[in-house]
T-cell receptor
C-alpha cells in the first residue's frame, strides 16, 4: 500500500515569496498528480508528472523517481494562490485512477 | 473549456435514505471515477469505471454503493441506504485516455442526518 506524505501541512507566506510544497511516497508509481482544492471544495488538476519537471505560469512541479519525491513550487506567490494543494500518486496500469492522496498543504498568502 | 459537472452541489438526507449523485463527464472521455473526502480527511478513491463496467473499486465501495452510466452521458453514484459516516464531499473525475490528465468536478457535498 502506498503512503503519500506532504510537508508542510500549513504554510503562510507574504505576497511575492517563493513557495515550495513537498510530497513523498513509499511505493514506485506511474505518475504523480498535483491538485489544487479551492475554498469552495472543488478540485483542479495542476500537473501530472511521470518524470522530470513541468512548468505552467508561476507553477513548477518536479519529480525524482529514484528518491520517490516531488515538489511543487510557486514563484512570486499571490493571495489568489491561497488554497489547499494536494499530491496524489497513481500506481499505473489498469489501476491508473486508483490514486493515493496526500493530506494536503494549506497555503495562505497574505498581501 | 470543457468541464465535469456534478449535481447536486449539496444534499441533505436522512439516515437510511437512498441518494443518487450525478456527474456529467467531458463528452469524449472514456474513464470515469468517484472519490470522496470526509471532512478534515484525505481524499479517497472509491471506484473506477470503463467500458460500462467497474474496473476497480476500493474496500470502501461495498454493496451499499453502485455506479452506472445509464444514458451515455451521465455517470451516477448511488448509495442505497445512507449511514452517518457517508457524510462527505464526493468528487467525480474523468479522463480521455488511461494515462491522460484527470478532470475533476466541483464535488457534491452529502450530509446524512
Amino acid at each position: 500500500k502506498n503512503e503519500v506524505e506532504q510537508s508542510p501541512q500549513n504554510l503562510t507566506a507574504q505576497e511575492g515569496e517563493f513557495i515550495t510544497i513537498n510530497c513523498s511516497y513509499s511505493v514506485g508509481i506511474s505518475a504523480l498528480h498535483w491538485l489544487q482544492q479551492h475554498p469552495g471544495g472543488g478540485i483542479v488538476s495542476l500537473f501530472m508528472l511521470s518524470s522530470g519537471k513541468k512548468k505552467h505560469g508561476r507553477l513548477i512541479a518536479t519529480i525524482n523517481i529514484q528518491e520517490k519525491h516531488s515538489s511543487l513550487h510557486i514563484t512570486a506567490s499571490h493571495p489568489r494562490d491561497s488554497a489547499v494543494y494536494i499530491c496524489a500518486a497513481s500506481p499505473g496500469g489498469t489501476s491508473y485512477g486508483k490514486l493515493t492522496f496526500g493530506q494536503g498543504t494549506i497555503l495562505t498568502v497574505h498581501p | 473549456e470543457p468541464e465535469v459537472t456534478q449535481t447536486p452541489s449539496h444534499q441533505v438526507t436522512q439516515m437510511g435514505q437512498e441518494v443518487i449523485l450525478r456527474c456529467v463527464p467531458i463528452s469524449n472521455h472514456l474513464y470515469f471515477y468517484w472519490y470522496r473526502q470526509i471532512l478534515g480527511q484525505k481524499v479517497e478513491f472509491l471506484v473506477s469505471f470503463y467500458n460500462n463496467e467497474i474496473s476497480e473499486k476500493s474496500e470502501i465501495f461495498d454493496d451499499q454503493f453502485s455506479v452506472e452510466r445509464p444514458d451515455g452521458s451521465n455517470f451516477t453514484l448511488k448509495i442505497r441506504s445512507t449511514k452517518l459516516e457517508d457524510s462527505a464531499m464526493y468528487f467525480c473525475a474523468s479522463r480521455r485516455y488511461n494515462t491522460g490528465e484527470l478532470f475533476f468536478g466541483e464535488g457534491s457535498r452529502l450530509t446524512v442526518l
